[in-house]
């Protein structure tokens, strides 16, 4: 079975971190790029981070640029996304998804998506 499950969200103050991770199984990981979105309440999907399958290159929105860091460590299947210096606009369900290249108008690719991290920052 196919499956991204992303995991490490939590309740945090600004300016503070964390780091989801996004765990793959059912298929060639080393293969796909990842993306990472977020989806805060009353607002649409919004494209955070992605990274091509050899980890050659990678995005960022600009509203996580600087802040935020995406690697891979292919050997155990698994996405990172450090977010550092968190602000209460962050606050979102964090998804991770294989992804249809990597750049401004990264979208997943219909292969795999994940259930989601919530992520909440407070004031």
């Known amino acids: 079975e196919v499956q991204l499950q992303a995991s490490g969200g939590g309740l945090v103050q600004a300016g503070g971190s964390l780091r989801p991770s996004c765990a793959a199984s059912g298929f060639t990981f080393d293969e796909y790029a990842i993306g990472w979105f977020r989806q805060a309440p009353g607002k649409e999907r919004e494209g955070v981070s992605c990274i091509l399958s050899n980890s050659g290159y990678t995005y960022y929105a600009d509203s996580v640029k600087g802040r935020f860091t995406i690697s891979r460590y292919n050997a155990k299947n698994t996405v990172y996304l450090q977010m550092n210096s968190l602000k209460p606009e962050d606050t979102a369900v964090y998804y991770c998804?294989?992804?249809?290249?990597?750049?401004?108008?990264?979208?997943?690719?219909?292969?795999?998506w994940g259930q989601g991290t919530l992520v909440t920052v407070s004031s």
């Open positions: 998804a294989t992804v249809r290249g990597c750049s401004s108008d990264f979208e997943g690719d219909g292969h795999a």
